[in-house]
């Protein structure tokens, strides 16, 4: 499964969108894809964005209604996260 994605930066905090389509967005699909996302953006916030019918839904573990509004998604630069190969590893070495 390949996901856009994007780390942006609103209200002085810094957070993952990952764009989905808007049957995710509910507790249990959500819930599941939040924990997939998670290696691949480590100590981050992660926020599920629907954007593609009308207004954008988000889901997080957060409440996200007032950081969904304060996001220009149109102007977003994403990239793709392919959820079927491992994450990077970005643990420091311990030396």
Do not use: C, Q, W
Not at 18 to 35: R, W
Not at 59 to 68: C, E, H, V
């Amino acid at each position: 499964m390949t996901l856009r994605a994007a780390i942006v930066t609103v209200r002085g905090v810094r957070l993952a969108l990952a764009f989905v389509p808007e049957k995710t967005l509910e507790a249990d699909m959500g819930d599941a894809l939040l924990a997939r996302l998670t290696p691949y953006f480590p100590g981050l916030p992660i926020m599920l964005v629907a954007a593609d019918a009308g207004a954008p839904r988000a889901y997080a573990t957060f409440d996200t209604s007032a950081l969904l509004a304060e996001l220009d998604l149109s102007n977003v630069a994403t990239r793709d996260v392919d959820l079927d190969t491992p994450a990077p590893d970005t643990r420091a070495l311990p030396f």
